[in-house]
């Protein structure tokens, strides 16, 4: 009856190929082998997990390292720093002038998102990495994101792309002159 209780399990096996799903039957394959004392399942439940570990770390991977992942994050930056040249903007409205530092915006809008989405540094990391302010003067400043290489003043920097820019106090910044 042992026997014919393992081969019910074994077909949950086909799942362990499954992202997520394949985790939560690797697991629940784990314990009922321990149970039954089934090597085969035990190997079976174990492969759900690692093979779930192992999607998601080549995903996570592929979208930080590819063309194609540091293509759709600059695209995200870009969106992300629109976003802020709004939220600065709004500050200057009801503030009356720039902010000195974009830390400074939480204080009309708590839920502003000031980090650089191109950081290579993880949300868990102790020194996260914010998106570039600078207050140029009064009514002027710049705002960018050092790109996948995090390195300031490089070809790989992101600006916003405002069609409208002469209502607000945006600079942009090409070729290390401002425009």
């Given at each position: 009856m042992n026997q014919k209780l393992s081969d019910k399990y074994y077909w949950f096996g086909l799942l362990t190929i499954i992202p997520v799903i394949g985790l939560l039957i690797g697991i629940l394959l784990l314990r009922k082998a321990i149970i039954l004392k089934n090597r085969l399942l035990m190997f079976i439940g174990i492969f759900g997990i690692v093979f779930t570990i192992a999607f998601y770390a080549g995903v996570l991977l592929y979208v930080k390292y590819s063309d194609f992942g540091k293509r759709k994050r600059s695209e995200l930056a870009q969106i992300s720093l629109n976003r802020v040249v709004k939220d600065i903007e709004f500050y200057k409205t009801e503030i009356g002038s720039y902010p000195d530092s974009l830390e400074q915006l939480k204080t009309v809008d708590n839920m502003v998102f000031i980090m650089d989405p191109l950081s290579q540094k993880g949300i868990f990391s102790s020194h996260?990495?914010?998106?570039?302010?600078?207050?140029?003067?009064?009514?002027?400043?710049?705002?960018?994101?050092?790109?996948?290489?995090?390195?300031?003043?490089?070809?790989?920097?992101?600006?916003?792309?405002?069609?409208?820019l002469r209502k607000t106090g945006l600079v942009k910044k090409s070729n290390s002159v401002y425009q």
């Open positions: 996260l990495e914010y998106l570039h302010y600078i207050k140029i003067d009064s009514s002027h400043y710049t705002i960018f994101s050092a790109g996948t290489d995090q390195v300031p003043n490089t070809t790989d920097d992101v600006y916003p792309s405002l069609l409208n």
